[in-house]
């Protein structure tokens, strides 16, 4: 998502919405989950060592390209949106 979408964080977040719950988000969606994503990462900001435990969670390779910290914030918006009602994951 993030080199799909690329820098902008409102197309991250309809990318992610779209992708996840197979609609186009309402512009309202995309907002609340643009400042999700920048209350994460100012906490991962400020806590590089929980955005580096966060990432090492997984098998996949992290990219070379991209600010841990970016992607940590990325990663926990993407961990709410699967949890929602709409998508498929939810127990």
Known sequence: MIGKA???PAARARLLL?????????????????ELAAAERARFA???DAARALLA?????????V???ELAA???AA?????????????
């Open 6 to 8: 690329g820098a902008d």
């Open 18 to 34: 779209e992708r996840a719950v197979g609609r186009r988000p309402s512009d309202g969606e995309a907002a609340v989950l643009v």
């Open 46 to 48: 400020a806590d590089a």
């Open 57 to 65: 969670v997984g098998r996949a390779p992290l990219p070379a390209d």
């Open 67 to 69: 600010d841990p910290v």
């Open 74 to 76: 990325w990663t926990s």
């Open 79 to 91: 961990r709410a949106v699967l949890n929602l009602q709409e998508t498929t994951t939810r127990n």
